[in-house]
């Protein structure tokens, strides 16, 4: 048994990481404080006081959020169902960089609250540390629970000054984000066996609190007052001069990757769309003019393996893009929005939580430097329904039409039902829709090729 709390105490926590497996719960624990050498030392004591593996650690460094990517590192680290995630500093260390620089963190403390709501409405216990030490009695704390003494390496190196843990900084950040679905608890940092008693009793109550008594998220009604492109579009249009101005518009945006590669900037594509409206037409058309080494193009279909363990957002921040690459979604984290309701794969509450959710998850995307561009391809339902007649005679396009898109296609009045409401809850300034009129394939593609063209010009002129 561990030396640093009582056999009887280290026993119950060992019965509650059993519960955590057994029940398949999630739960996030989150460390902040002054001295990263007394963090360690508590955080491996914690750690050693569990079952391995059923912990993921994790060790955030506050510099450096230059992409999607690096700013939803935190929700590709969320745990899985039956784990512990353990964050070594996370958001609140980069809040108090930037507040120390004279920065204002409001955007971030938002995102922050919006972040933990989105984990905690889809089953995330969210346990929150703050060790508290003053300053002048760091060094002998650290000394007294044998910290590792500094090194200037990564092992001990905390990558933010200890002095800008200073209270009139981190009080008002506790405050703000002390919030009844995450709230913080706050560790006078004294010997190590008062702290580990403290720590693992706090971590205990808090935990099986959640369990037992589960907070209900707060009802939400849908917010659809966002403008709705789809009831402007123009089915009619045609393309013209179809190949110059493909060739034209694939030649400049090749040349606009480039630059996209040199600003250390990424680009986010989502294309959603009918059945058969094109998406796979008009991606592969875009990436024609693409460098390989730049982009990546992710399918997505029904959860699976890790994807089923995880809250719904989980897949797609762990596929965002590294600075100055592109990826590219053949449908998206709509699918919350359009597939589960009408499925039934997730509740009532579940549903109209999601325009929130993902308006704060593309929220993260655009103010981490990335460049958002959403496509609705949009074809009638008589189009549809020639382009499956053609692909079921067609013996090498036959694979693409399956029995689910004929069930799909009978549904297609309550589909249309929740894209209208989709779109006019997701329209933002910051992210909006982009309806590609898609009867003439051709005008469709020439769109889609104008739209990155355009949006990346506009994005990377300074």
């Given at each position: 048994m561990a030396t640093t709390i009582p056999d009887e105490l280290a026993e119950q926590l060992t019965l509650l990481q059993r519960r955590i497996v057994n029940e398949e719960r999630q739960v996030l624990v989150i460390f902040e404080g002054r001295s990263g050498r007394v963090m360690g030392r508590v955080i491996n004591e914690f750690m050693n006081l569990l079952e391995p593996r059923g912990i993921e650690y994790t060790h955030f460094v506050p510099e450096g959020i230059t992409s999607p990517r690096d700013m939803l590192r935190y929700l590709?680290?969320?745990?899985?169902?039956?784990?512990?995630?353990?964050?070594d500093r996370s958001w609140y260390s980069l809040m108090v960089a930037r507040a120390d620089e004279g920065i204002d963190t409001y955007q971030l403390e938002r995102l922050a609250r919006n972040f933990e709501r989105y984990l905690s409405n889809n089953g995330v216990v969210i346990v929150k540390f703050y060790l508290n030490i003053s300053d002048d009695s760091m060094d002998a704390v650290a000394k007294g629970m044998q910290g590792k003494r500094k090194s200037g390496t990564f092992l001990t190196d905390d990558h933010i000054d200890p002095k800008k843990w200073r209270d009139k900084l981190v009080m008002p950040m506790i405050a703000s984000t002390n919030m009844p679905y995450a709230p913080w608890d706050i560790i006078d940092i004294k010997?190590?066996?008062?702290?580990?008693?403290?720590?693992?009793?706090t971590f205990m109550d808090r935990t099986e609190l959640r369990f037992d008594h589960p907070l209900k998220p707060e009802p939400v009604t849908m917010d659809t007052s966002f403008p709705n492109p789809r009831e402007n579009a123009d089915l009619t249009k045609e393309a013209k001069s179809y190949k110059a101005e493909l060739n034209k518009l694939s030649a400049e945006v090749a040349e606009l990757q480039m630059k996209l590669a040199e600003?250390?900037?990424?680009l986010v594509l989502v294309f959603e769309g009918w059945d058969a409206a094109g998406k796979g037409g008009s991606i592969k058309r875009l990436v024609r003019s693409l460098n390989p080494r730049g982009y990546y193009v992710v399918p997505v279909a029904a959860p699976v393996g890790d994807?089923?363990?995880?809250?719904?957002?989980?897949?797609?921040?762990?596929?965002m893009p590294k600075p100055?690459?592109?990826?590219?979604?053949?449908?998206?984290?709509?699918?919350?929005m359009m597939v589960e309701p009408i499925e039934g794969f997730c509740t009532e509450d579940e549903y109209s939580r999601s325009a929130m959710e993902i308006r704060a998850f593309e929220r993260l995307i655009t103010e981490s430097g990335g460049i958002l561009i959403k496509f609705w391809m949009e074809i009638s339902s008589e189009e549809q329904l020639a382009r499956f007649d053609a692909r079921a005679a067609n013996p090498i396009k036959a694979w693409k039409i399956t029995d689910e898109d004929?069930?799909?296609?009978?549904?297609?009045?309550?589909?249309?039902?929740?894209v209208d409401r989709m779109i006019s809850a997701t329209n933002t300034?910051?992210?909006?829709?982009?309806?590609?009129?898609?009867?003439?394939?051709?005008?469709?593609?020439?769109?889609?090729?104008?739209?990155?063209?355009?949006?990346?010009?506009?994005?990377?002129?300074?």
């Open positions: 590709a680290r969320e745990p899985a169902k039956g784990k512990i995630a353990i964050y010997d190590l066996y008062m702290t580990m008693n403290m720590v693992v009793r600003s250390g900037r990424s994807e089923r363990v995880h809250t719904y957002l989980w897949r797609f921040a762990t596929r100055g690459r592109i990826v590219i979604f053949d449908r998206s984290w709509y699918g919350r004929w069930r799909n296609r009978e549904k297609w009045d309550i589909y249309e039902e929740y300034t910051h992210a909006p829709w982009v309806v590609v009129e898609s009867e003439d394939k051709k005008y469709g593609r020439i769109k889609v090729l104008r739209t990155v063209r355009d949006t990346l010009e506009a994005a990377l002129k300074n």
